[in-house]
């Protein structure tokens, strides 16, 4: 079985600070895909980015940047200098290639 | 990205009437589709999963009989809510996926059902 455990329920920042979403899995298959979707208020999911478990080198795109630990099972999301279009629900999830198991969310909310 | 259109995106049915969700991949061939079901400020729950021409698999606690779901072309998937009542209120969402290993998955807009 898999499981996502994201930890902060809400986080709310002002606009321009920095904001780290933690994500920790579990999962028992070797083989593994980590997922971050984001869920504006409008409900549709929004695919952020997908990271294989062979590949822990960390990425940035603009200002979202993420941070993969295979040692602690972690695939932490940051967005850097956030903006209050950043407001959103944010999920993070595992598959074994079959089903995806998302965690309960993060909802940031950015302030003017 | 690839599109995934859901339709309708808001539907308000009777309690006991059937109501009828679309799923169709825009521009790719999805394989695999998943259905899920999203309670106010909850994650997303995983309902069944359809591949292309076989028989959809349910989660354990979801009823297959009411959820119906069909998943009769590379492009299309629906999900029927048969005889729906209040509880089954909720914002359903579906996603879709092409072949190949960890491919992403795709999620159309979602549809809010109230049921009255």
């Known amino acids: 079985a898999q499981k996502v455990t994201q930890a902060q329920t809400e986080i709310s920042v002002v606009e321009k600070e920095d904001v780290t979403l933690d994500c920790v899995y579990e999962?028992?298959?070797?083989?593994?895909?980590l997922f971050w979707y984001k869920q504006p208020p409008s409900g549709e999911l929004v695919f952020l980015i997908r990271r294989n478990s062979f590949d822990e080198q960390n990425e940035i795109s603009g200002r979202y940047s993420w941070n993969f630990q295979k040692s602690t099972s972690s695939f932490n999301f940051t967005i850097t200098a956030s903006q209050v279009v950043d407001s959103a629900v944010y999920f993070c999830?595992?598959?074994?290639?079959?089903?995806?198991?998302f965690g309960a969310g993060t909802t940031v909310t950015v302030r003017a | 990205g690839a599109v995934v259109s859901q339709h309708p995106s808001r539907v308000i049915c009777k309690s006991g009437t059937s109501v009828k969700i679309e799923c169709r991949s825009l521009?790719?061939?999805?394989?695999?589709m998943f259905w899920y079901r999203q309670f106010p400020k909850k994650s997303l729950m995983l309902m069944a999963t359809?591949?292309?021409?076989?028989?959809?698999?349910?989660e354990q606690g979801v009823e297959k009989d009411k959820f119906l779901i069909n998943h009769a072309s590379l492009t299309l998937s629906t999900l029927t809510v048969t005889s729906a009542h209040p509880e089954d209120s909720s914002f359903y969402i579906c996603?879709?996926?092409?072949?190949?290993?960890?491919?992403?998955?795709?999620f159309g807009q979602g549809t809010r059902l109230t049921v009255v």
């Open positions: 999962t028992r298959d070797t083989t593994y895909y």
């Open positions: 521009d790719f061939q999805a394989t695999t």
């Open positions: 999830a595992v598959t074994n290639d079959y089903k995806l198991s």
């Open positions: 359809s591949n292309e021409g076989s028989k959809a698999t349910y």
């Open positions: 996603s879709a996926r092409a072949s190949g290993v960890g491919t992403e998955a795709f």
